[in-house]
């Protein structure tokens, strides 16, 4: 069974930083494409970032260009999500997605069929 557990979500000020990770199991990570997605209350799911174990390019949305790194660990069969510079708009829940087609993990795309979900880490931003 395919499993995707996200961790090192919590409370940290504007400005500050946190790293996210997501461990998958159940799946070979060669045949998939990782992303991250954030769901803020009221609001629709959102692609953040994404990265290819094949070709190792990454995609990020522009709003977290420059702030948020998004990097892997084949031997742990981990993928992580480096957020610095953090702002009141970046809170939310950040869910890790699993997906064979790189299409799917870009912005503006439809997230209702992604392959995998995990399910999600809170992400609060405190003044």
């Known amino acids: 069974q395919v499993r995707l557990v996200e961790s090192g979500g919590g409370l940290v000020q504007a400005g500050g930083s946190l790293r996210l990770s997501c461990a998958g199991s159940g799946l070979t990570f060669s045949s998939y494409n990782m992303g991250w997605f954030r769901q803020a209350p009221g609001k629709e799911r959102e692609f953040v970032a994404a990265s290819s174990w094949s070709t190792y390019i990454t995609n990020y949305a522009d709003s977290v260009k420059g702030r948020f790194t998004i990097s892997r660990d084949n031997a742990k069969n981990t993928v992580y999500l480096h957020m610095n510079s953090l702002k009141f708009e970046d809170a939310a829940v950040y869910y890790c997605?699993?997906?064979?087609?790189?299409?799917?993990?870009?912005?503006?795309?439809?997230?209702?069929?992604?392959?995998?979900w995990g399910q999600g880490t809170q992400v609060t931003v405190s003044s």
């Open positions: 997605a699993a997906d064979r087609r790189p299409y799917k993990l870009r912005t503006g795309a439809p997230t209702g069929d992604i392959n995998y």
